[in-house]
């Protein structure tokens, strides 16, 4: 019996420590990973009073393996006052999700954060699916946030289908729509001019 407590004990103190040496990240005022003209932009500042050993910037495409694309050496952070650290995914991942977390020194990782750039193409959109099926979305570029209209047509001219948006894409329906090459009307900003585009619907 003394020698299971004694296991016991031990295996209670192994724990103890495992847990004290895996601390949550340090306190942060700030974490934020947004994209700008193909780029990511990641900015974290960490609260006065919390320091770490180095941080390493992490990037996903499935958000379980993750790979170092940027790092600081040393200790990070302040005793009396906020820092700020910057860092810039200059190749960042197109046309599907991915996923950044900062790792600090001593300390478990901060939260995942997911973001999705879609690359346009030289007529300033791109379909999702393509060809479309009952359904499909529309990205266009929209940093204005302005609200703006979309119409589907069909080769005579017949105006098939109309929504808006102040987001960056359309998620449009197509499942009264017959199968086959549709034309599309994006407007809204009027001091750039629509954007005109064709989709391949396929049921």
């Known amino acids: 019996m003394k020698i299971i407590r004694q296991f016991l004990l031990l295996f209670f103190l192994s724990l103890s420590a495992q847990t004290a040496s895996a601390q949550k990240h340090p306190n942060l005022d700030k974490l934020d990973v947004y994209e700008s003209g193909g780029k ?51 190749n ?56 703006h209209s979309i119409i589907l047509f069909s080769s005579s001219g017949k105006n098939l289908l109309q929504g808006k948006s102040t987001g960056d894409f359309f998620d449009l329906s197509f499942i009264n729509i017959p199968s086959g090459l549709y034309g599309f009307r994006i407007s809204g900003n009027p001091a750039k001019p629509a954007i005109i585009g064709k989709i391949l619907i396929q049921h």
Do not use: M, W
């Open 40 to 90: 990511v932009y990641i900015t974290c500042i960490i609260s006065a009073g919390n320091t770490c050993n180095g941080i390493n910037v992490l990037r996903s495409d499935d958000s379980l393996e993750f790979s170092i694309i940027g790092q600081v050496s040393g200790v990070c952070g302040s005793n009396d006052f906020p820092t700020t650290y910057d860092f810039v995914d200059q």
């Open 92 to 147: 960042p991942i197109l046309n599907k999700p991915s996923f950044y977390q900062l790792e600090f020194g001593g300390f478990t990782p901060s939260e995942i954060i997911r973001i999705f750039i879609i690359e346009h193409n030289s007529n300033g959109y791109q379909i999702r699916p393509q060809p479309a099926g009952n359904q499909a979305r529309i990205y266009f570029v929209n940093s204005s946030n302005s609200e």
